[in-house]
C-alpha cells in the first residue's frame, strides 16, 4: 500500500523480478489516484488501484467506508500479507485487529525514536549523529509495533531534511526487500 512516490515499491519490485524471491506482489493500492509509484504497478504489469477517500461522507464514517473498501478488495484476492510502503494514513484499529500479525511497515527512524510523520525532521532537531529505518509489525499505535529490523545511516552535520531522507531511503530500499525474504521464507515468524 502506498501513497507518494513508490521508490520503497520500485525496489521490492526490482527485487521480486531479479532475485529468487518466495513472494510477489499480487497487488498494489493507492488512497491516492495521482501517486506516481502506481506509474511502478503498470510498468511492472502488477494489478493496481487507488481507492481515494470518499468525500461524500465525513470524518469517522469516512475512514470506515474507505477502509471497508480497502478490505474487500484485499479479501477478493489471495493475499497473504499486507505491506505498507509509504502509506501515509493511519490505519483503525479494526483493521489492524483483521491483520494483526501480517501487516508490515517501514519506518524512516530508528524507533522508537521519532515517530510519526516527521522523523527526518525530528531525527534533526534532536541532533542525533545515527538515524535509519526500522521494519516493524504495525500495531494499534502510530510506528509502534514489534520491531523486525532496523538498518542505521549516519546523519552528518551539513544534512538538510532532504539529504537525510534520501539516505535512509536508500537503506531502506535494500532493508524492506531482505526482510520480506525472511518472512517469506519463515525466517521471521508472524
Ligand atoms: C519512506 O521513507 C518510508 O519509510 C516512509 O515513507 C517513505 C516512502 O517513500 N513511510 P516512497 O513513496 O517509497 O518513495
Request: glycine share 8%; net charge negative.
Amino acid at each position: 500500500m502506498i501513497s507518494g512516490g513508490g521508490s520503497g515499491l520500485r525496489a521490492l519490485l526490482r527485487h521480486q523480478q531479479e532475485a529468487d524471491t518466495a513472494h510477489v506482489t499480487k497487488l498494489v493500492i493507492s488512497d491516492s489516484e495521482s501517486a506516481g509509484g502506481l506509474d511502478h504497478a503498470r510498468e511492472a504489469g502488477v494489478d493496481f488501484v487507488s481507492v481515494p477517500l470518499p468525500q461524500e461522507l465525513k470524518g469517522d464514517e469516512r475512514r470506515r467506508a474507505h477502509e471497508e473498501k480497502i478490505m474487500r478488495i484485499i479479501e477478493s484476492k489471495d493475499i497473504e500479507l499486507i505491506v505498507l510502503s509509504g502509506y501515509m494514513r493511519i490505519l483503525t484499529p479494526l483493521f489492524v485487529s483483521q491483520w494483526k500479525g501480517r501487516l508490515v511497515n517501514i519506518h524512516p527512524s530508528l524507533l522508537p525514536e521519532f515517530p510519526g510523520a516527521h522523523a527526518q525532521r525530528d531525527a534533526l532537531e534532536a541532533r542525533v549523529r545515527v538515524s535509519g529505518c526500522t521494519v516493524h509489525f504495525v500495531d494499534e499505535g502510530v510506528d509502534s509495533g514489534p520491531i523486525i529490523e532496523q538498518r542505521e545511516v549516519p546523519v552528518f552535520e551539513y544534512d538538510t531534511v532532504e539529504t537525510l531522507r534520501e539516505r535512509i531511503k536508500t537503506a531502506e530500499h535494500d532493508l524492506y526487500p531482505k526482510v520480506l525474504d525472511d518472512i517469506s521464507s519463515g525466517r521471521v515468524l508472524l
